[in-house]
């Protein structure tokens, strides 16, 4: 039978309490509060490394971005942060002409959503990127630089994988079958496995596929609209 253990002085604050075992120097108050001190240190030490990735990852000019600018489409920001991904609907899509603000306002969402995803034990990780870029390494498949290749593919992996995937202008450039494709995988992926995705564009789902190159195949046309409107929740903006 196990002796039991002789009152201590909690080293906190003094008072005397019962431990529960030979390794216990706080009372249970003190205990619970340096515990919870822990763990908002870890949480602001999280905060403030996801803040300092997301400043790396955005361009001086978007960094800039003053919500109660004259100019900046506060009517439109004010609908988009009511934005919360469901299991129905996971992504946002921003629709909109030129200067309706859409990159810097999907910027800001994702930020929102990172910081509201930081936790004392995990850093959500994610890419803003634009319908060029993701172009572009497709193409870099093709080089015969055996480098090139290696990074592109390993980019394009990476973008199928992130907590939260920002693309912006989707569906510029030239949608020829091998970018389609790609694109098709990518957002086929995202779509299956419910990872959150904000998308930019300046047309409509429908508008993107139609102004497609004609080579690229019909099967994969509908599809591709269909699961950007299927997990969307889409803001026209004007």
């Known amino acids: 039978m196990n002796t039991p253990l002789e009152p201590r002085e909690c080293l906190s604050c003094s008072t005397q309490f019962q431990p529960a075992d030979c390794y216990q120097y706080e009372c249970e108050s003190c205990e619970t509060q340096r515990k919870a001190n822990e763990e908002r240190r870890k949480l602001e030490k999280n905060q403030t490394a996801i803040r300092e990735q997301i400043e790396a990852a955005t361009p001086h000019r978007f960094t800039l971005t003053d919500v109660a600018h ?36 999907a910027r800001l969402a994702g930020g929102e959503w ?4 930081t936790t004392s ?3 959500p990780t994610f890419e803003f990127v634009t319908s060029f870029e993701i ?7 093709f080089n015969e630089t ?5 990074d592109a593919r390993g980019f394009l992996d990476r973008l199928r994988r992130v907590d939260l995937l920002l693309i912006d202008d989707l569906g510029k450039g030239r949608l020829t079958p091998a970018p389609a494709a790609e694109l098709f995988a990518l957002v086929d ?3 299956a496995h419910n990872l959150i995705t ?41």
């Not at 129905?88 to 909109?96: F, H, I, S």
Request: net charge positive; hydrophobic share 40%.
């Open 70 to 105: 004259a100019q900046f489409n506060a009517k439109a920001w004010a609908r988009i942060q009511t934005w919360r991904p469901t299991a129905e609907k996971p992504w946002l899509g921003l629709v909109g002409a030129t200067g309706t603000c859409k990159t810097r306002m």
């Open 114 to 117: 990172l910081l509201r995803k």
């Open 121 to 123: 034990g995990r850093i």
């Open 135 to 141: 172009s572009e390494k497709i193409m870099a498949q």
């Open 146 to 150: 055996g480098s090139d290749k290696g």
């Open 189 to 191: 992926h995202r779509h």
């Open 198 to 238: 904000i998308w930019t564009a300046n047309s409509t789902p429908e508008e993107i596929i139609a102004n497609m190159n004609k080579d690229v195949s019909e099967d994969m046309k509908a599809p591709l609209a269909g699961r950007l409107n299927e997990c969307s929740q889409v803001f026209i903006l004007k």
